[in-house]
C-alpha cells in the first residue's frame, strides 16, 4: 500500500489552475523531492495531501486512506513541516514543544531532547525573539519527534544555515533508516539530491518529470 497515492489530483482557485492531473505512487520508506520553483503547485499538493483543501479533481489517499474525507484518520500517521514557520510570539520555544506534543498526542521526548541539542535550539527564548531559522527549527524538531510515518516537509531548511542543512539531512536519513517515508518540497535541486529516492519535477501546476535511480523509477515526461 502507497504512503501517498495521488491520481488526476487537480485544483481550480476560479479561473487559475494551480494543480492540473497529478499522479504520484510514493511507497513507504522512500524519501520523494518535490521539486519546482515558487508559484508551481507545491503547496497547494500539500495542502491537498493533508486534507486542507478539497481538489477541484482526482484523488489523493495517504496509507489508503482518503485525505479529504478522512483526515483525522490521516494526520495521526503525518507530521507537517510548513514552509512558513508561524507560531505563538509570546510561548517560548520549549512550551510551543511543549504544547505541540500535546495536540499530536504522540512525541518521542527523549528524542526531542536529542534533537535540541544537534540544532542548537534555545528552548528558553520567546518565539518572537527567534530568527525564521530558529522558528523553522521549532517545527523541524516537533514534526521529526513525532516518528509519524509519513513527513511532509515543504521547503524545510528555509532559514537554516550551512551546518544546520547539514543535520537536518543526518536526521532525515535517520528517519529513512527507521522505515519513516518523507516527502520534501522544495526549490532547491542541491537540497533533493542529497536525501531523495527520486525525485519529482512540477512546472505551472504539472508534474513534468520524475527521476529516481532504480528501473521502476524510469524517467517520464508528459
Same mark, same amino acid.
Given at each position: ?45 500539500? $495542502?491537498?495531501?493533508?486534507? &486542507?483543501?478539497?481538489?477541484? @479533481?482526482? *484523488?489523493?489517499? =495517504?496509507?489508503?486512506? !482518503? ?67 530558529? $522558528?523553522?527549527?521549532?517545527? &523541524?524538531?516537533?514534526?521529526? @519527534?513525532? *516518528?509519524?510515518? =509519513?513527513?511532509?516537509? !515543504? ?68
Amino acid at each position: 500500500m502507497a504512503a501517498i497515492y495521488a491520481e488526476g489530483l487537480t485544483k481550480r482557485y476560479g479561473a487559475t489552475l494551480a494543480l492540473d492531473r497529478l499522479d504520484l505512487s510514493i511507497e513507504p520508506g522512500e524519501v520523494y523531492g518535490f521539486l519546482g520553483p515558487n508559484g508551481a503547485g507545491k503547496t497547494t499538493t500539500i $495542502r491537498l495531501l493533508l486534507g &486542507l483543501h478539497r481538489p477541484s @479533481a482526482g *484523488r489523493v489517499s =495517504l496509507f489508503g486512506v !482518503d485525505a479529504w474525507s478522512n483526515p483525522v484518520v490521516t494526520h495521526r500517521r503525518v507530521a507537517h513541516v510548513p514552509g512558513e514557520p508561524a507560531l505563538w510570539p509570546t510561548m517560548t520555544g520549549g512550551q510551543t514543544l511543549d504544547f505541540l506534543a500535546r495536540l499530536r498526542g504522540e512525541t518521542d521526548r527523549r528524542y526531542r531532547d536529542e534533537l535540541v541539542d544537534a540544532f542548537e535550539l534555545d528552548t528558553t527564548k520567546k518565539v518572537r525573539a527567534l530568527s525564521k531559522g530558529n $522558528r523553522q527549527k521549532v517545527h &523541524l524538531i516537533a514534526a521529526l @519527534a513525532t *516518528r509519524a510515518d =509519513l513527513l511532509v516537509l !515543504d521547503e524545510p531548511i528555509s532559514g537554516l544555515d550551512p551546518l544546520m542543512e547539514a543535520v537536518f539531512r543526518d536526521r532525515t536519513l535517520e528517519a529513512k533508516r527507521r522505515g519513516q517515508t518523507v516527502f520534501l518540497s522544495s526549490h532547491i535541486l542541491s537540497e533533493v539530491e542529497a536525501l531523495c529516492d527520486r525525485v519529482g519535477i512540477l512546472r505551472e501546476g504539472r508534474l513534468i518529470e520524475e527521476r529516481g535511480p532504480s528501473p521502476t523509477c524510469a524517467t517520464r515526461n508528459r
